[in-house]
């Protein structure tokens, strides 16, 4: 039985997602969660009003499976505690990470991140444009699923597939999380614009350059550019850089906007936009709206004050 680790808003979509192919575990790290979803069937606190079909299994004790994979839905900069408080259960397993971001402290990509954790784990990366409310809705939904090892690449393809979740398999892994872990820093960018009232016109120079500079990163740490044109890069890139509905964009709102942002909502692309600018400068790649980002998410300027850093750059070739 296929596995889903974090009852978050992802790992409950995913759960019931997977359900209408057979039984799948959900795992929440905390008992009285499991318990209250348990008797509620519904993720209350991630994602209401959406029930638990009976298929998910709703647990506190990560089942020991043979063979079938683990869906590793926690943010990413809780991927590695995460791994670390399951090492031996988790170890020889089929680990797919379903998050978006760059470890802050190290610099590593998730699937880098499980094997640094558990080395001989075998692993793959589930990303793309969804939302996870859509996921669980049933909506129509197109998602990468990229794994160095092409066999297992087709079965974990052919195991996570729904007929509303079309999965495109790609050996591409690097280009997969990068798309995933850099649309995230852009997002923020266009909220920010946004909330600041400067416009749908500038919104769309930052997407566009936004992902000129993902293909740059990406490309230097070499990733094909076919990825990033396809769902986890180009994909996501529109999806979350456009709707009110993703935590990113909502959090670059209330930057715009000079408003607070509730610090407990999971927001991957302010700790990745700080790793990837470190990455960045240590390789020589140019990244300035990831530089205005973490700036700005940092509070070391406002919105104003990126945007001269960003217009004031010296006229170049597109
Ligand atoms: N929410 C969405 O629509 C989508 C989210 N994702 C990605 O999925 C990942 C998870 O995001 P969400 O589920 O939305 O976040 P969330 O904030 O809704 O839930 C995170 C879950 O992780 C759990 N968690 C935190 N630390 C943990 C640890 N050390 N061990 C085990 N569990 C832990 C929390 O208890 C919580 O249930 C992120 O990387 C996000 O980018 C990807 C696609 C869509
Ligand atoms: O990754 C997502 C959509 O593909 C969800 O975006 P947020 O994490 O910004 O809500």
Redesign the pocket.
Known sequence: MITV???????TGLAISLAQTGPVALW???RSQAEEMRTTRQNAR?LSGIDLPDHVQVTADLPRQSGAPYLL????Q?LR??LE?HKEALAGQVLVA????IELDSGLRPTEVIRAVIPDARTAILTGP???ADIARGLPTALTLACADATLGEDLQAQLGTTALRLYRSTDVTGAELGGALKNVMAIACGAVIGAGLGESARAALMTRGFAEMCRMAEAKGARASTLAGLSGFGDLALTCTSELSRNYQFGLSLGRGEAFDPTI?V?GAATAQAVLTEAQKANIDMPITHAVTALSTGKLQVAQAMDMLLSRPQKEE
């Open positions: 680790m974090g009852a978050g808003a992802f790992g929440a790290r905390n991630r839905s926690v943010p990413m809780k505690a995460g408080a379903c998050c978006k971001g969804s939302f996870a999971t991957e």
